[in-house]
């Protein structure tokens, strides 16, 4: 494999580990303040319908992502209110909200575009366009250093960076602020965090609502940046591979950010099978290298990779002692 190919592979690595790393640091909001989110992936889902219809309907794909965030915050509320304030069991919730999501984006999709559940075709300023940094034009030309600055770091939408800095972001907002703090305590000990006169129900809303924003992001991106629309499904598991990467991350924000390039990685090959042939000398079928991401899935989950210890009050609705 020459230098252009692995270029271009790594390029394709970022775009789609970039709906995984938000959807990832959603869960890791969540997860760290005690609420097991599985309904990551309708929550995505419903942003994606939601930002690729708005898009088509004003032209702006501004309008499209604050419409995907709208979405994605509902879901959260409804994950919230079932998980929190009437304490049901969290993973149920969410397979729910997974199943609503995945019937009512095509419903709706179908009953404004007749178009068997797709929105139409985004173009323009409905999309979020690439955007070239500083100097890489200029750059293009020096060995090595030009090509990887101006093909893999250069190039990508708005939405891309915005992932990749919310990450520094997110290790500050945990480890380094009073908030961060207290929703680590309420997913560790949340009796704790009531007795020094916090809010649990406060706290682990908030970090639902995040949750929502995160992967109201993630949809959008995928509807108005990575694809030309929404499609049915379009999500394909990306959420459940989040929750996988979440846990090969042992809920920490870098190394979540390093679990998802590696799954984006996997969904690159995929998309390269002559690339794929080059290196191992061998024809692998492409519905191999389909799987391959969800094989990584199942082998994080199955503890391959070492244990992983969640929030000690991860997935346990909080019973306030009278």
């Known amino acids: 494999m020459d230098y252009a190919t692995l270029l271009q592979v790594l390029d394709t690595t970022i775009r789609l580990a970039t709906p995984l790393l938000l959807a990832c640091l959603a869960g890791l909001y969540s997860e760290r303040a005690g609420i097991f989110d599985i309904g990551l992936e309708g929550k995505m ?10 898009a088509a309907l004003t032209g702006s794909a501004w309008a499209g992502l604050l419409a995907g965030i709208g979405a994605s915050l509902l879901f959260a509320a409804l994950h919230g209110i079932a998980a929190i304030t009437f304490r049901g069991n969290q993973l149920i919730s969410g397979v729910a909200l997974n199943f609503l999501a995945s019937g009512l984006t095509v419903l709706i999709a179908q009953a404004l575009f007749r178009q068997g559940g797709r929105t139409p075709p985004l173009s323009g300023n409905a999309r979020f366009n690439p955007v070239t940094l500083p100097g890489a034009e200029a750059l ?15 190039g990508h939408s708005v939405l891309v960076y915005m992932a990749f800095l919310i990450v520094p972001l997110t290790w ?6 009073r908030f961060g703090l207290r929703l680590r305590a309420v997913g560790e000990n949340p009796a704790a965090v009531d007795t020094a006169g916090v809010s649990v129900v406060g706290l682990r809303f908030a970090a639902v609502a995040i949750t929502g924003v995160l992967c109201g992001v993630a949809g959008a991106y995928m509807a108005t940046a990575l694809q030309a629309g929404f499609g049915r499904e379009m ?11 979440l846990i090969f991350a042992k809920w920490r924000p870098v190394a979540a950010m390093w679990a998802c390039l590696l799954f984006g990685f996997f969904q690159a090959l995929a998309l390269r099978p002559d690339v794929v042939q080059a290196v191992v000398q061998v024809r692998v079928p492409v519905p191999v290298l389909d799987a391959l991401p969800y094989i990584l899935t199942v ?21 306030k002692e009278r």
């Open 45 to 54: 889902l419903a942003a994606a319908m939601s930002a690729g219809a708005v």
């Open 172 to 177: 500050w907002v945990l480890f380094r602020t």
């Open 299 to 319: 082998l994080v989950l199955a503890g391959f990779v070492g244990k992983a210890i969640p929030p000690r009050a991860g997935g346990q609705p909080y019973v």
């Open 140 to 154: 293009r030309e020096v060995p090595l250093i030009g090509p990887l600055y101006y093909e893999v770091i250069s």
């Open 235 to 245: 999500t394909a598991g990306r959420g459940y591979i989040a929750l996988a990467a």
